[in-house]
């Protein structure tokens, strides 16, 4: 079904993580990513090695490394909070069903996979790890919370363009549609799995896609029912 989210059993001993939901992984991902790297460039190193850092860390893919620590908290999250779809309603319970999957414990094993991995001097690597504290805790921290913002960010514009486009159809304006419909569905393709706002985003966009095949026709009744069923 076209808005139906997102997480569903793949069998009685794991989830299977669809599309929509891999947003929470992706983000995950970028976070500690960008954690990593800009809590590096914090850290006092000797001379000349805090670029030969940087140009390490570039080498290596940190991202996927965050996407599968993520992963397996979900999972684990949902497993434990008893989930077999994911009916997330706010940005706060998918970060609650991570944090009960042991997110921090993963971000941590994935921090030594990466050092370990990393083509690195011995002396920087030995100030990176002695460094983890400060990075897993207050660089991802604020990462955390840069990514929350952005979401919720996200979520408001998503309903703030569904109202636009709810004023746009009462007069026909095709225009404004057109154009509205074109971000909302960028907007739904970044936020994360959050049932209700993306219901609602889908059931917009399937109302215009009607309203442009009835050629700008007013919409029954019978089909709005239909197109609240197929979001």
Do not use: W
Not at 71 to 82: D, H, I, Q, R, Y
């Amino acid at each position: 079904m076209a808005g139906e989210l997102m997480l569903s059993l793949n069998s009685t001993k794991d989830l299977n993580i669809n599309d929509q939901s891999k947003n929470i992984l992706s983000n995950i991902g970028e976070v500690f990513s960008n954690a990593i790297k800009k809590g590096s460039e914090k850290l006092s190193f000797p001379d000349g090695l805090k670029e030969q850092v940087k140009e390490g860390f570039e080498k290596i893919n940190l991202k996927e490394i965050g996407e599968k620590a993520a992963e397996s908290a979900l999972k684990e999250g949902m497993k434990k909070l008893g989930m077999k779809t994911s009916t997330f309603s706010s940005i706060k319970s998918i970060f609650e069903a991570v944090k009960e999957g042991d997110l921090k414990k993963g971000l941590s094993s994935g921090f030594n996979l990466a050092i370990n991995v990393a083509k690195l001097p011995q002396v920087a690597k030995t100030v990176i790890k002695e460094g983890k504290d400060f990075i897993l805790e207050k660089a991802m921290g604020d990462e955390l919370k840069n990514l929350m913002r952005r979401q919720q960010n996200t979520i408001s514009r998503i309903n703030k363009k569904c109202d636009q486009m709810d004023e746009a159809f009462k007069t026909n304006d095709t225009k404004t549609l057109e154009k509205i419909s074109k971000s909302l569905k960028t907007d739904i393709e970044k936020v994360m799995p959050i049932q209700d706002v993306i219901n609602r985003g889908n059931s917009m966009l399937n109302r215009y896609e009607l309203f442009k095949n009835k050629n700008g026709g007013t919409i029954s009744n019978t089909e709005m029912e239909l197109i609240k069923k197929l979001s």
